[in-house]
């Protein structure tokens, strides 16, 4: 079992930077290939980035791509989402999620993965 817990969600203006975090507890997190996910007011929930357990392998959501960064660190049990250039369309409740230990690969799909937070808001106003 893995407990996640993400932070730093804010309301910020378009063009700003914010870092979400999401601690882990449980079991070991550098087992788990992780993956950050995100949903609009009203729409579903939708991938945004993954990266493998040791951090080599990353790859994100056409819409990010360039401009969110995803990365961790396993000697302090957090996954990172580093957003910036941050646009009004980026609003929406984040959350972290794990896959189980048995998967290595990096995991685009909801159902790939085991484990999920209770999600931090990010709003951004123009």
């Known amino acids: 079992q893995v407990q996640l817990v993400e932070s730093g969600g804010a309301l910020v203006q378009a063009g700003d930077s914010l870092r979400l975090s999401c601690a882990a507890s449980g079991r070991t997190f550098s087992n788990n290939v992780m993956g950050w996910y995100r949903q609009p007011p009203g729409k579903e929930r939708r991938f945004v980035a993954t990266i493998n357990k040791d951090g080599t392998t990353t790859d994100y959501a056409y819409v990010v791509k360039g401009r969110f960064t995803i990365s961790r660190d396993n000697a302090k049990n957090t996954l990172y989402l580093q957003m910036d250039n941050l646009e009004n369309e980026d609003t929406a409740v984040y959350y972290c999620?794990?896959?189980?230990?048995?998967?290595?690969?990096?995991?685009?799909?909801?159902?790939?993965?085991?484990?999920w937070g209770q999600g931090t808001q990010v709003t951004v106003s123009s």
């Open positions: 999620a794990a896959r189980t230990p048995f998967y290595d690969t990096v995991a685009y799909y909801r159902e790939d993965y085991a484990y």
